[in-house]
């Protein structure tokens, strides 16, 4: 029972998800069943996030965006928590889509697009990595790439990747979402991965 999900475009992720289809329940463990089941509604967020944007022609662009979230609370235990759209974490400025994309840009080909750390590092924030964030040989070397790579079992539960080194982690993500397919339906299908873990808190 398992809903696609493509990926939001920045109009989408302005609007707030929807209320009752990203109601959570408490990590307490209640069940409250009246007047709402799971959690109660309590205001919204607004965050500014990075987001992947896929041209017509599939080229990759990252776009700062304002995010809607909302934020629920319990009843019974008075735990609050924030939950946003597919493809964002509420406690990390890196959504698992973004993330996605720019894993996608610096995965050899076929798994990816090739391209080196410091061309993935200009996309989000328009200028070359610090001088410092360079590996022994001088090539560019961005270390949130490695970070991600380290944290793919938390940001795609649903998914079971193999252990390994990171290239090994790395091409058997990139394969769950469709190798070889164009980087839409990729990104579609680390959105959907992505809410298949649950709603995005
Ligand atoms: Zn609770």
Same mark, same amino acid.
């Given at each position: 029972?398992?809903?696609?999900?493509?990926?939001?475009?920045?109009?989408?992720?302005?609007?707030?998800?929807?209320?009752?289809?990203?109601?959570?329940?408490?990590?307490?463990?209640?069940?409250?069943?009246?007047?709402?089941?799971?959690?109660?509604?309590?205001?919204?967020?607004?965050?500014?996030?990075?987001?992947?944007?896929?041209?017509?022609?599939?080229?990759?662009?990252?776009?700062?965006?304002?995010?809607?979230?909302?934020?629920?609370?319990?009843?019974?235990?008075?735990?609050?928590?924030?939950?946003?759209?597919?493809?964002?974490?509420?406690?990390?400025?890196?959504?698992?889509?973004?993330?996605? #994309?720019? &894993?996608?840009?610096?995965? $050899?080909? =076929?798994? *990816?697009?090739? %391209?080196?750390?410091? +061309? /993935?590092?200009?996309?989000?924030?328009?200028?070359?990595?610090?001088?410092?964030?360079?590996?022994?040989?001088?090539?560019?070397?961005?270390?949130?790439?490695?970070?991600?790579?380290?944290?793919? #079992?938390? &940001?795609?539960?649903?998914? $079971?990747? =193999?252990? *390994?080194?990171? %290239?090994?982690?790395? +091409? /058997?993500?990139?394969?769950?979402?469709?190798?070889?397919?164009?980087?839409?339906?990729?990104?579609?299908?680390?959105?959907?991965?992505?809410?298949?873990?649950?709603?995005?808190?």
């Amino acid at each position: 029972m398992t809903t696609p999900r493509p990926l939001p475009t920045p109009a989408d992720l302005a609007i707030p998800p929807d209320i009752d289809a990203c109601r959570p329940l408490c990590a307490c463990g209640a069940v409250p069943v009246f007047p709402l089941v799971g959690m109660h509604g309590d205001g919204l967020t607004h965050r500014v996030v990075p987001w992947p944007v896929v041209a017509d022609a599939g080229v990759l662009s990252v776009t700062w965006v304002v995010a809607a979230g909302r934020r629920f609370w319990c009843p019974v235990c008075g735990t609050t928590v924030r939950v946003a759209h597919a493809g964002l974490r509420c406690g990390a400025l890196y959504g698992s889509a973004v993330i996605a #994309a720019l &894993l996608h840009l610096v995965a $050899a080909v =076929p798994f *990816g697009q090739g %391209r080196d750390d410091g +061309h /993935a590092h200009h996309l989000v924030h328009g200028r070359p990595l610090p001088a410092s964030e360079r590996a022994r040989s001088g090539s560019p070397r961005w270390s949130s790439l490695r970070c991600w790579l380290r944290e793919l #079992a938390r &940001l795609w539960p649903a998914l $079971a990747l =193999p252990s *390994g080194d990171s %290239r090994t982690r790395l +091409h /058997a993500l990139l394969a769950a979402f469709g190798l070889g397919a164009p980087l839409r339906e990729v990104l579609d299908a680390a959105v959907s991965a992505h809410a298949r873990g649950g709603p995005a808190m």
